[in-house]
Structure formats: structure tokens, C-alpha cells
């Protein structure tokens, strides 16, 4: 059976494991340390109805860890968006923190109407590429609340990234 994940959520205090989301559900894998890293399930496969935060989201396309809050994250979905906190120790109960909202609340993101992947910046605390269909744009998220988010990079086309260039 082939399924397609869409994001990957860390296990707050749970080194080496996480939730795969796919659909509407998702399943806890654990992921060893060391050549060749074996994976094992360690709970599920379940719903999203077991995730209360989550009501009313049929699949999640992205997930954002919220800088310097440690076991929060922003769920991104379509053009909506809620922000999660998942809490230390089992069962890593989740509770909404804000949201749902739309995208159209984040200023750097003007113009897009879906998310589809966001890939941490390595060498830049707080910084993202938010990819969506074939363009990116690089945002800086600052610490403290409300969070503010601003363009670094961008918007531009995935044209520009030469490792991209090939794919077909």
C-alpha cells in the first residue's frame, strides 16, 4: 500500500519520533539513531478526531514550529491555519493556542493560497522557505508574541533554486 505523507509533527520530549500526517489521519513512528535509522510504529494508524485542535481539518499540507515556543506549531491547511500546543508527556495532549484562521492573516504570505512544504532555514533561527506550487518566498518569524513574520526572500520562482531545476 502506498501512502503520501504531507508533513511530519516532532514528538515533544521524545527524541527520534513523530506524527505522520496523511489525510485526515496520521501514525507516531519512532526513527533510531544510527545507519540505517529502522522505523517502528509506536501508535496509531489514527484520525484527526482524536486530535481536538485539529476539528474541522480534513488533511494538513505544512507544519511551522513556532520559534522559541517550545511544543508549538502552526498547522497550515489550505488556505487556513491553526496554532497548536502539544503538550510534554504522554498522551502529548494538544490544545489550540490560536485559530483556526486564514493565511490572508500573515503578511508575508500575500498571494499565496495554500501552503504546500516549509523547510527551515539551517543556518538562520526563525527562518523559513514557505514553498507553494512552484514559488517560495523566505520569511524571518520573530520571537515573542504575536509572532510578526517578515519577508527575507521572495517571493519567487522555485526556478531559482538550481538543485530544483530538473525535476520534472
Do not use: C, N
Not at 502539544?86 to 504570505?109: C, F, I, K, M, Y
Amino acid at each position: 500500500m502506498s501512502v503520501r505523507i504531507d508533513a511530519a509533527v516532532p514528538v515533544p520530549d521524545q527524541h527520534g519520533q513523530f506524527w505522520l500526517l496523511y489525510g485526515g489521519k496520521y501514525v507516531r513512528i519512532h526513527l533510531a539513531g544510527g545507519e540505517p535509522h529502522e522505523d517502528s510504529v509506536v501508535s496509531g494508524p489514527g484520525t484527526f478526531e482524536e486530535w481536538p485542535s485539529l476539528a474541522g481539518f480534513d488533511r494538513v499540507d505544512a507544519v511551522v514550529p513556532v520559534p522559541d515556543q517550545h511544543s508549538q506549531f502552526w498547522f497550515l491547511s489550505g488556505d487556513r491555519y491553526v496554532r497548536i500546543r502539544l503538550a510534554d508527556g504522554e498522551p502529548h495532549e494538544d490544545t489550540v493556542v490560536r485559530g483556526p484562521g486564514s493565511l490572508d492573516e500573515w503578511p508575508s504570505l500575500a498571494g499565496f493560497d495554500r501552503i504546500d512544504a516549509v523547510v527551515p532555514v539551517p543556518d538562520q533561527y526563525g527562518q523559513f522557505w514557505f514553498l507553494s506550487g512552484d514559488r517560495y518566498v523566505r520569511i524571518r518569524l520573530a520571537d515573542g508574541e504575536p509572532h510578526e513574520d517578515t519577508v527575507v526572500r521572495g517571493p519567487g520562482s522555485l526556478d531559482e533554486w538550481p538543485s530544483l531545476a530538473k525535476l520534472q
